[in-house]
Nanobody, 123 residues
Framework: QAELVESGGGSVQAGGSLRLSCAVYLDPGSTYCMGWFRQAPGKEREGVAIINTLDQTAYADSVQGRFTISKDNAKNTLYLQMNSLKPEDTAMYYC?????????????????WGQGTQVTVSS
């Protein structure tokens, strides 16, 4: 399995922005899903945004219009641009992949995970 390495987390004030990056290599000839997930203390891991081989995307309702997922195949990197951050966005953020054709935000469908990067938003 490919190793995933997240970076870009940090502490910001509400209304600020951060961009997360995830270094990952996937066979260009394969079909895959890539996504960002987050887990706050005492809460279940939830899907934030996903992108497929065709660059089709989907977002959780809570981040729609504020977050943007993208990937740069040449750089083997997945991104999550987070704008208008809110204190409720505070969590450990993970990138993950699978080799499914149909991509969803369900974390149980993802088999390859990074170690996570912490995002803290203060009010």
């Amino acid at each position: 399995q490919a190793e995933l390495v997240e970076s870009g987390g940090g502490s910001v004030q509400a209304g600020g922005s951060l961009r997360l990056s995830c270094a990952v290599y996937l066979d260009p000839g394969s079909t895959y899903c890539m996504g960002w997930f987050r887990q706050a203390p005492g809460k279940e891991r939830e899907g934030v945004a996903i992108i497929n081989t065709l660059d089709q995307t989907a977002y959780a309702d809570s981040v729609q219009g504020r977050f943007t997922i993208s990937k740069d195949n040449a750089k083997n990197t997945l991104y999550l641009q987070m704008n208008s951050l809110k204190p409720e966005d505070t969590a450990m953020y993970y990138c993950a992949t699978n080799l499914r054709v149909r991509c969803t935000l369900r974390s149980t469908e993802y088999v390859n995970w990074g170690q996570g990067t912490q995002v803290t938003v203060s009010s």
